[in-house]
């Protein structure tokens, strides 16, 4: 990220440079328009008058030249920063062929698609099923089609839709304990609030709704009727004005996405995102250790283009599971190569405890108890 912000304040100085120098021209310009409108119509000093704008219009022609060529010189960094902060070349980092065989190329698209049917761009995804010759079912584009309804739908703050869903899904949001449907019951009696005095009847006969949630929102719901006290006087001017925060709209659109994609069994955000977003991370780190290792001469280090040669981290966002990476030969474990649990508590890989094994007895490198390998136990995360 920091490779960004380096091309981005580049490239602001270039729009700044860019807006300056077209106020600077249209002040410029303006006033020699006035200038020689101003001038005295005497012919007797006509040679003079029009010598002398002459000579403004060439100077301002000139500077204007001059600083072009400035902003000229500013864009040209910008090409410079993003190739100084950007390796095109990448191929040192990724494995050779990996979408060569048709059964990958197969799963990328289908990837690919299935993030487009996500963000709701059907037409793009349709287009490229046919022309990669991926086959998706009905059953597959019918879900995305239903989350991207509600989505819209509660993008211009229409709740109907999501309401809907929510009634027909109930006890299944129940047993996820989700609070969605109260928090849309909730938007819903809020919307009636903002129509002034002349919903106060419409609220109370809708407050009805919060009946199935008084045990487990009660406060909140004290707090929505209390509201109505001052509906009269507008609630913008009510100590209950924080109901009236438009960020409330983009919170129940993230609670009805976590809580679809749930019953759904899908994941809350694209595999293909997370997996562009971790790239953008790791990409980077990686190539800056191929330039250590070439730098020192020790291209043996890192020979398979699979493995990571150091850990990455990604941030606590995209802990999906736990690993474990053997703290004797730095290696993440494997199911052929699995944690072991010693006698004395310590866990390392089955390879570094094959290599630490001698005479048929094992010295844990961690503290001094002698024992028998065979005696380690694997462990599962």
């Not at 077209?22 to 006035?34: K, N, P, T, V």
């Not at 606590?316 to 990476?325: E, L, T």
Request: aromatic share 6%.
């Amino acid at each position: 990220m920091e490779q960004c912000a380096c091309v981005e304040r580049e490239l602001e100085k270039v729009l700044h440079r860019f807006v300056t120098y077209g106020h600077q021209s249209e002040e410029r310009l303006d006033d020699l328009l006035r200038n020689v409108c101003v001038q005295d119509a005497d012919l007797s000093v006509l040679h003079q008058t029009m010598a002398q704008c002459c000579k403004e219009i060439k100077e301002t022609v000139q500077m204007l030249a001059s600083r072009h060529k400035d902003i000229h010189g500013s864009v040209s960094k910008v090409g410079k920063a993003i190739d100084r902060n950007f390796d095109a070349e990448v191929s040192a980092v990724v494995a050779e062929n990996v979408w060569d065989s048709p059964e990958r190329q197969k799963y990328l698209s289908e990837t690919i698609v299935e993030h487009l049917y996500r963000q709701g761009m059907l037409s793009v995804a349709e287009d490229l099923s046919q022309e990669s010759g991926v086959v998706i079912d009905m059953s597959m584009k019918q879900p995305f089609l239903e989350l991207n309804r509600i989505l819209e739908a509660l993008r211009t703050q229409d709740l109907r839709p999501a309401l809907e869903w929510a009634v027909t899904n109930r006890q299944r949001l129940l047993d996820l304990n989700s609070t969605l449907e109260f928090k849309l019951h909730r938007l819903y009696f809020i919307s009636l609030l903002n129509g002034g005095i002349g919903k106060q009847q419409e609220a109370l006969q809708y407050a009805r709704h919060f009946q199935p949630f008084a045990s487990q929102h009660q406060r909140d719901i004290q707090i929505l009727m209390g509201s109505l006290v001052y509906l009269r006087h507008g609630i913008e001017n009510s100590p209950y004005r924080s109901l009236l925060e438009t960020d409330q709209w983009a919170e129940i659109c993230n609670i009805f996405t976590r809580d679809a994609c749930s019953l759904l069994g899908l994941s809350v955000e694209s595999p293909l995102s997370v997996s562009f977003a971790s790239g953008c991370m790791a990409l980077p780190v990686l190539m800056n250790i191929k330039q250590v290792i070439e730098q020192r001469q020790c291209s043996g280090v890192w020979t398979h283009k699979d493995e990571l040669p150091i850990e990455i981290e990604l941030g606590k966002k995209c802990w999906y599971h736990s690993v474990f990476a053997c703290p004797i030969l730095r290696q993440q474990t494997s199911e052929s190569n699995p944690p072991m649990k010693l006698i004395c508590g310590h866990v390392i890989s089955r390879d570094a405890l094959n290599k630490l094994t001698n005479a048929g007895k094992l010295k844990c490198p961690y503290c001094p108890m002698e024992q028998n390998p065979s005696d380690a136990k694997q462990i599962f995360f």
